[in-house]
């Protein structure tokens, strides 16, 4: 199966890298896109080892000095995917997708997806946060499409030392989600 990562910048970055461990081993094509914040929690080059393919980060990036072969990589990438998983996703990028903000190359690839590629998004946050009203009319309205499964968040002690709702869900469960979608492709 095609797996289009989408790491957005919040704490829970670092163990995105177990999910991409899992999807790999199991013979799954990953190939990750981050936001400029998430390069913040977790350098590119973990991800690129891990998923044996460079990550974008850059729709801009061409040329030589790039890893782009398309001027166009973002279309290219959204085309690609047979599922596409949002994890850590973040109340900033979970916002943009809701409101069609294409503004880096993951919001501007998670625009571009064919709308019947399933989305299995994952947000993680500080509590407050997932309980302001308007991360919860983004995600009512995110939940509301037909390609969107929404993973978590997970109740526990998170990482501002608060215990509460907003943790990511634990990879098993991604993965669980993931097999859910029924696509299987080669
Ligand atoms: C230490 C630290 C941890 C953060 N953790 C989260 C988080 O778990 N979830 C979240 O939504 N934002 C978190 N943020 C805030 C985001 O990084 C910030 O809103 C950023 O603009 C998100 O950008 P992005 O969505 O483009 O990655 C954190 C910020 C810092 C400094």
Redesign the pocket.
């Known amino acids: 199966m095609r797996v289009l990562l989408g790491v957005?910048?919040?704490?829970?970055c670092y163990k995105v890298a177990g999910l991409v461990s899992q999807l790999v081993k199991a013979n799954h094509e990953v190939r990750v896109v981050m936001?400029?914040?998430?390069t913040q929690f977790v350098g590119p080059v973990t991800f690129e080892a891990m998923s044996q393919h460079p990550v974008m980060l850059d729709i801009f990036d061409t040329g030589l000095g790039g890893h782009h072969l398309s001027p166009v990589e973002h279309i290219d990438w959204a085309k690609w995917a047979q599922i596409a998983v949002a994890a850590?996703l973040?109340?900033?990028?979970l916002g943009k997708m809701a409101n069609g903000i294409a503004d880096?190359a993951l919001t501007t690839v998670w625009l571009a997806l064919p709308p019947a590629v399933p989305q299995i998004l994952c947000p993680?946050?500080?509590t407050q946060?997932w309980e302001n009203a308007a991360v919860q009319r983004n995600v009512a309205w995110l939940a509301a499409q037909p390609q969107v499964t929404l993973v978590g968040p997970i109740f526990k002690r998170l990482a501002d030392g608060d215990v509460g709702i907003g943790g990511l869900a634990e990879v098993p469960e991604i993965v669980t989600a993931i097999a859910g979608t029924g696509v299987t492709g080669e």
């Open positions: 957005s910048g919040g704490i829970a936001t400029p914040a998430a850590p973040t109340a900033c990028t880096n993680a946050m500080n946060m």
